[in-house]
């Protein structure tokens, strides 16, 4: 089992930039990828960003391009998100995310972002 533990979350203003970080525990050899979904009152769960473990390539929502940043610290079994320039329409609660091979199969709780008008 892996464990995923996210933070950084809060209320910002629009422009404004915020960092989450979601670590990860357990067998964390099995993790092939780790990426970022968000969920918006009454939408459906969306893709954010994904980031390889190993070599590192990155793939982004198109709506994020340019302003979201996924890093990750192999070391400490850690992923970022960098969020720049944020709207409101990016206000969700953002769940962090870990796949062995091609599914993701282990989840975070969730942490709330907040962007103001």
């Known amino acids: 089992q892996v464990q995923l533990v996210e933070s950084g979350g809060g209320l910002v203003q629009a422009g404004g930039s915020l960092r989450l970080s979601c670590a990860a525990s357990g067998r964390t050899a099995s993790i092939s990828k780790m990426g970022w979904f968000r969920q918006a009152p009454g939408k459906e769960r969306e893709f954010v960003a994904a980031?390889?473990?190993?070599?590192?390539?990155?793939d982004y929502a198109d709506s994020v391009k340019g302003r979201f940043t996924i890093s990750r610290d192999n070391a400490r079994n850690t992923i970022y998100l960098q969020m720049n320039s944020l709207k409101p329409e990016d206000t969700a609660v953002y769940y962090c995310?870990?796949?062995?091979?091609?599914?993701?199969?282990?989840w975070g709780q969730g942490t709330q972002v907040t962007v103001s008008s």
């Open positions: 995310t870990a796949a062995r091979i091609c599914q993701y199969d282990y």
């Open positions: 980031i390889r473990w190993s070599g590192g390539s990155t």
